[in-house]
C-alpha cells in the first residue's frame, strides 16, 4: 500500500476486476427485469430526512447518513430507495397506465459496524411493481425474483424462497383480541424469533396473553393460509417455481409498512443473511402523501453484497461468472509498428477499426518490436496486427494460436477483422 | 402534482422516459471507451475532505456537500472523481501493466445555485490514461472525446474542441521573468479571460509587469506552439480528426493540477458551458502519495446535463437518440387470456418464453379480453398471443400490421416466436 491516502472504512473501491463483476450483476438485473417488461427509473441519492423518519417510522434512524446541507436543509444520504418510489410514483402515478412496472439500480448509505458482508454503502437493485391489488402481482414478483437467481447461475437447491404474509398474523392477533398496536409488537416479537431467547419471547408473549408454544404453533400448524398465499404458490407452481418456495410464518420483515405477502430469499443452508426480500405495501404512497393518492404496491430488492459472496460460495454460479468475465478481452486488436514511418497509417487504422466497433490498442510511445508484442499478450488482445515498411500489405497473428493470415488495407478491412474476431 | 414530499432543489428523478435517456448516454460512453481499450473502475460517493482539499488547493471548497459523519470524520460528497481514481491508482497501480487505460462513470455533487444547466448533482464520465508521458497520450485521449461526439450524432462542425498546453504559458512566464507564483497568478487571469473586463485584466497584468496587448498577442500570435501541440495536432490529423480542433491558448482549465495539454469540448456557437474538458496532470498522484508513486497521467470529464441540452438541441443528435429510444418497447410479447381456465397455460408459457430472453406481460387481473388488447397496446407490446380454449393452438397477432398468424405451443415455440420478433 503506497503512503497518503485510504478510503473511507465500510466503503469500496473497485477496482477494474470488481467492477466486472459489479457489471455482471447490473446485467442480470436488468436482462431479467426486462424480461418481465419493468422499465428503470432513478432518484436522487440525497433526500430530506423527514421522507425517512415519515416512511420507516424511524427504525432506520440511527443508522443514517444525516446532515445539515449549507442551506439549513435536514437530508440524508438514502438508507433504501423505496421511499423515494413513493415520492415519486406519487407525483407521476397520473402519466402513466397501471399497474406501473418499474426497477432501479443505485447506491444506499447506512451507517453500520464495518464487518463481512456488511458494509456502509452498498447498490441495491429494486423491483416495484405499483396500482396492481391482485396477488397475482406478488406472484410476479416473486418469480423474477426466482429468475434471476437462475439466470445468475443458481440451481434449484442452492436457494430457497421463504414466503408469508402478514395478514396471517393480523388475523390471529384478531382472533385473540389483540389491539392493532398489540399486533404490531406481536409481529415484532416473530420478526426476532430466531434471534432471541425462548425465555425472552415468552416475557413478551405474556404481556399479550399468548404462550410460546401457541406461538409456534400457528407457525407450524396453521389452520388456513388465506387465499392470498394460495393463489400465489398456485401461481408459482404454473410456471414450474413451487420447489423454489416454503411457506414460513415466521417471516414477517422488519418494517412496518409490509401489509400482505411477505418474503426472503435464502442461501439453503440459510448460512448467510437474507439475500433479497420484499413483499406488498399498499398503504405507502397514501401515508407519504396524506391520503392524496392510492397506489396498492409490491415489490422486493436485492443488494450486490451477500449475492456476490453466495455466487462466490456457488461453484457453477461462481463458473458461469468468471467465464463470462474471462471472455471481456481488453482490445481486440492491438497494432504493432515494425516500422515508424508508418505512424499515420496506424492511427489512421486504428481510427477506421474503432468506428466499426473494433476495440483496438497500441503503444502510445515508440518502443521495440518484442515490446509491442508483449504489450499486445499483456493487454490480451485477440489479434495483434503488424504495419511495417509493406504496407498497406498487413500480418494478422491470432495470438492464442500463433496463426498468421496476410491480408491487404483496403475498405473493407473492419469487416476481415471482425471476421477474424468471431472465429 | 400530489400533495407531500418533493425531491430536494438541484436533485433529480429520473423517470423512466428520462432514465432511458440517462442510459442512452450512458451505453455510448461506455461503447466508445471499449473502443479504445479503457476498462471500467469506481470509487466511493464519499470521501475523508481532506483528499478535496489538498487536491484542488480548496477552489471546490465553498461548493462541497461536506459533513462530519457518526464516527466523528470531516467527510465530502465527492465534488469530481480525479482525486479519488488518484487515490485508488496510487495504491494498485503496481498490479496492472502501464499505460493503465481506465474509466468511471458516476455521480458528483456540488452545491451550487440551481439553474438551467446547473444542477447540484450530475453524472461525469470519467476517462483517464495513467502512466504514459508521451503526448501520444494526450491526442489519445481527445480523440477518444471526438470519437464519442460522433458516435452520439454530431457531425463536423457542431461541436469544436479548444486546444491549449499550459506549458506555453509556463514558457512565456519565465520568459518575462515571473516567479512560480505570478505563473500561477497568470493562469488564473487567462483562465477568466472570457468572464471578466479588459480593465480588470490589464489592472492584474500590471502588477506582473504584463500589458493586456502582450497577453492578446501572445494568444493570437504563438512564436512557437511547442512540441506537445505540434505532436498533437499530427497525431490528430492522422485520425481523420484535425477539422474538430482550433488551438485556443486561453483555454487553461481552472484547476491548479494540470501541468501540459488542455482542451475543451465546446458546441460550434460557444453558447454553452464547456461540454467536457480534460488535460494532463502529471504531479497529481505523486502529490497524494507524498512523492511515494509518480505516475504521469491525461484525462477528461464529460457530465450528463450539458450534452444531454446539447444532443436536443442538435437536431440530427436528438432524432438519432429518440429513434433508437423508440426501438426500446415495454414488452416484445403480451399474453391475452381469452379463456380464465387457461391461465396456467398462460403462466407456463410466459415463463418459458422469459427463459428464451423474450419479454413478456400479461394482465395481472382477470380482465374482459377487450381490455386485455388495449392493455398491449399501452404496453406497446409488438406481439399479442391469445390463450383460448383452443390451446395449445394460439394466435399471434402483430400490432402494427394487425396480421394473425396461427401456431401451436410447443417446445419450440420461442424459436417461433424470436422469428415473428425479428421480422
Known amino acids: 500500500m503506497a503512503k497518503g491516502f485510504q478510503s473511507l472504512p465500510g466503503f469500496r473501491d473497485f477496482r477494474p476486476e470488481d467492477c466486472a463483476i459489479r457489471n455482471y450483476l447490473f446485467t442480470h438485473f436488468r436482462e ?5 417488461g419493468f422499465v428503470e427509473y432513478e432518484t436522487p441519492l440525497l433526500e430530506s430526512t423527514e421522507l425517512y423518519l415519515k416512511k420507516t417510522g424511524g ?14 436543509r435536514d437530508i440524508t444520504l438514502r438508507p433504501e430507495v423505496t421511499a423515494s418510489l413513493g415520492r415519486l410514483a406519487a407525483s407521476s402515478q397520473r402519466d402513466y397506465p397501471k399497474p406501473m412496472r418499474w426497477f432501479e439500480i443505485g447506491q ?21 411493481l405499483l396500482g396492481e391489488e391482485d396477488s397475482a402481482a406478488d406472484a410476479e414478483i416473486i418469480a423474477l425474483s426466482i429468475e434471476l437467481m437462475r439466470n445468475l447461475g443458481f440451481r434449484q437447491g442452492d436457494f430457497i424462497i421463504r414466503l408469508s404474509d402478514r395478514s396471517y398474523w393480523h388475523n390471529f392477533g384478531e382472533k385473540h383480541q389483540l389491539s392493532p398496536d398489540q399486533i404490531a409488537e406481536l409481529l415484532q416479537i416473530v420478526d426476532k424469533l430466531e434471534r432471541e431467547s425462548p425465555e425472552k419471547i415468552s416475557q413478551k408473549l ?22 392470498h398465499l394460495d393463489h400465489v404458490l398456485k401461481n408459482l407452481e404454473a410456471r414450474g417455481m413451487r420447489d423454489d418456495v416454503e411457506v414460513d410464518l415466521s417471516i414477517v420483515r422488519g418494517l412496518a409498512y409490509y401489509n400482505g405477502i411477505v418474503f426472503e430469499v435464502f442461501d439453503a443452508q440459510k448460512s448467510l443473511r437474507a439475500i433479497a426480500g420484499g413483499g406488498r405495501y399498499d398503504t405507502l404512497i397514501s401515508a407519504l402523501t396524506d391520503g392524496s393518492v392510492d397506489l396498492p404496491a409490491s415489490g422486493f430488492a436485492i443488494g450486490d453484497v451477500v449475492i456476490r459472496h453466495l455466487i462466490e460460495e456457488t461453484p457453477h454460479a461462481s463458473e458461469q461468472m468468471y467465464q463470462t468475465l474471462a471472455t471481456q478481452s481488453h482490445f481486440d486488436v492491438f497494432l504493432i509498428l515494425a516500422d515508424q514511418e508508418q505512424q499515420t497509417a496506424a492511427l489512421d487504422l486504428a481510427t477506421r477499426l474503432r468506428q466499426a466497433g473494433i476495440s483496438v490498442g497500441y503503444s502510445l510511445s515508440s518502443a521495440k518490436f518484442n515490446k509491442q508484442f508483449k504489450q499486445a499478450e499483456q493487454a490480451k488482445a485477440k489479434l495483434a496486427i503488424v504495419i511495417g515498411s509493406e504496407y498497406p500489405t498487413l500480418s494478422v497473428k491470432t495470438l492464442a494460436t500463433r496463426t498468421e493470415e496476410i491480408i491487404s488495407d483496403s475498405d473493407n478491412i473492419a469487416q476481415s477483422i471482425s471476421a477474424l474476431l468471431s472465429q
Do not use: W
Open 206 to 227: 405474556q404481556a399479550l396473553n399468548l404462550s410460546f408454544q401457541q406461538l409456534q404453533e400457528a407457525i407450524q400448524n396453521p389452520e388456513s393460509l388465506g387465499d
Open 108 to 128: 444506499c448509505f447506512r451507517y453500520e459496524k464495518p464487518q463481512k458482508g456488511r458494509t456502509r454503502e452498498f447498490y441495491q437493485f429494486n423491483v416495484d
Open 32 to 36: 431479467v427485469a426486462r424480461r418481465y
Open 59 to 72: 427504525e432506520l434512524g440511527s443508522q443514517l447518513f444525516r446532515f445539515e446541507d449549507q442551506g439549513g
